[in-house]
């Protein structure tokens, strides 16, 4: 079997486990759904302070459940690296010929593949509720692009703590950690019109403000280059070295001895 | 009486004391309030600032009230997941066959919520003040809002143990916590109930929670209070899930 083939193996794997645990895939939707709804409702007057971007904060909110989406998703991919080790299907999988990168692979692209579901069906909803795209057409692909790089980002962190550890409890541990992120960002009111200084600076120096910043300018402003590439520029960079990192983990978990 | 009393107390230390040696209990009891104000109070500050948005102690206060019943409500839960483990490592079944007097049990299990949520809004309390937080209420004020904060973790306490003693798994956990975040966040939580618009106003104004957490914000700001309003439906709801919380002892008395 080619990787590709081995990849496609695991990745039927991968989403299959997925779709046969309903506690894995009602959450990451229905759950940034209801948080959206409801800083939507409670929300709304925010958009009547001077200098607020949108008369709609649905237009601002829609970002928050891509994120929080991105944040089941790595918990997912490292809850389900994490079972194999405790398990020994890792272990017997370093028995076979298998590439250790086609598991790795599969692995993710079963976590994407649900991403890639909620995304669209966020994105449903919110048109449904009354979203404005500023951007047009290619504006929702670009944002379904940023939307799947930022769950691969926070997937591959979670693969790496799930590898790294082997432990379906720390992966649990650190969502905390990222939950914080997200609430110490600009998901709730643009970084201008942040009054205190000390959230502002906190909010200023934390990368997830870029991830939110980037997804909603294209709702909101159409085609803001340096947001997009802010967007772009931070979801890669925390992808890429968390690809790796999984990757090295991965390595060490397989060593045939 | 004197039964019902010992089984109580042991239930509460046991629960008490799990709940102060072990981090991985404490620190999230604790963290986690400190975090939601935080992010409320400091990043939403700006609301404040809202055409039409009244209220005399400041954003913190307003924010304080709605996290202090919400780490209140939250204690009540953690304990019915504590319950829901008991009964899962079989412990809650050896209590049971060994107990006098079972109601004792579930006693035990609200009298270390209480403890629980008495620490967690002691710290709150703590640092809210530390960080500059108004209080224009007097000394009965803040008692009142005290005694709301306890009624909300007591009913949330006996919401859960019915569905621990229910259910008595672990995995139960999302069906005690979701509909208390549900009915928590359909409150007005980020601006008064007269600057809601929508379904969410709709939705709001027939949510009993809302009179709790405006009750609450009165308190704090030393407003009127509608005390029999306010104390009445905190009142019913806890006689309601008390109810609710003695018949799934039952239950699990009678699944064995």
């Known amino acids: 079997m080619s990787l590709a083939e081995q990849g496609a193996e695991m990745a039927r794997r991968s989403i299959l486990q997925t779709l046969r645990q309903p506690a894995m895939v009602i959450p990451p939707i229905a759950f940034p759904l209801v948080l959206m709804a409801v800083n939507v409702g409670g929300l709304q007057s925010a958009t009547r302070l001077p200098g607020f971007p949108t008369d709609n904060y649905l237009n601002f909110a829609i970002a928050f459940p891509f994120i929080q989406g991105a944040l089941f998703a790595s918990i997912n991919a490292g809850s389900s690296l994490a079972r194999d ?35 669209v069906i966020y994105l449903v909803v919110g048109f449904a509720a009354g979203l404005r795209f500023e951007a047009g057409v290619g504006g929702v692909l670009v944002l379904l692009a940023l939307g799947l790089l930022i ?32 609430f110490l960002s600009s998901n709730a009111l643009p970084r201008e019109l942040i009054e205190q200084d000390w959230f502002r600076a906190i909010a200023t120096v934390n990368p997830v403000s870029y991830l939110f910043e980037g997804l909603r300018s294209l709702v909101i402003f159409g085609w803001d280059g340096e947001a997009l590439a802010l967007g772009f520029g931070v979801a890669l960079a925390i992808a890429l070295p968390a690809v790796l990192g999984a990757s090295a983990a991965l390595n060490t978990r397989l060593v045939r001895t | 009486m004197r039964r019902f009393a010992d089984v109580a107390r042991g239930v509460a230390w046991r629960s008490i004391h799990r709940f102060v040696t072990k981090p991985q209990f404490l620190l999230p009891s604790l963290i ?28 913190t206060a307003f924010q304080f009230v709605f996290v202090l019943l919400q780490a209140s409500a939250f204690g009540g839960v953690f304990t019915g997941f504590s319950i829901a483990a008991d009964f899962e490592s079989g412990f809650a079944r050896r209590m049971m066959l060994a107990a006098p007097n079972r109601l004792g049990i579930l006693a035990g ?32 004020d803040l008692f009142g809002l005290v005694v709301l904060a306890l009624l909300v973790n007591v009913t949330a306490t006996m919401w859960a143990a019915g569905v621990a003693m229910r259910l008595r798994t672990i995995q139960a956990g999302p069906a005690m916590q979701m509909p208390v975040f549900v009915i928590l966040f359909l409150a007005p939580v980020y601006v008064p109930l007269d600057l809601l618009s929508g379904w969410i106003e709709a939705v709001a104004r027939v949510n009993p929670y809302t ?46």
């Open chain 1, 151 to 182: 769950a691969l980002a926070f997937a591959s962190l979670g693969a790496l703590i799930g590898l790294r550890t082997g432990s379906g409890e720390a992966v649990q541990g650190v969502f905390p950690v990222f939950f914080v992120l997200v």
């Open chain 2, 109 to 140: 299990y609200a009298i270390a919520a209480l403890t629980r949520a008495g620490i967690v809004g002691g710290l709150l309390f703590a640092v809210a003040l530390a960080t500059g937080m108004r209080v224009h209420g007097d000394g009965v």
């Open chain 1, 85 to 119: 080790v405790e398990t020994g299907f890792m272990r017997r999988l370093a028995l076979t010929p298998m590439q250790r990168a086609a598991l790795l692979m599969g692995n993710l692209a079963g976590v994407m593949t649900v991403a890639l579901c909620s995304s």
């Open chain 2, 211 to 256: 009179a709790l957490v405006e009750g609450g914000r009165e308190l704090i700001s030393g407003g009127a209070v509608r005390v029999w309003l306010v104390y009445g439906v905190a009142v019913a709801l806890l006689a309601g899930f008390a109810v609710w919380g003695v018949r799934g002892l039952r239950r699990a008395e009678s699944a064995g």
């Open chain 2, 32 to 59: 986690f309030p400190l975090f939601f104000f935080v992010a409320f109070a400091g990043g939403l500050s700006n609301v404040s600032n809202v055409p039409g948005f009244d209220f005399p102690s400041g954003y």
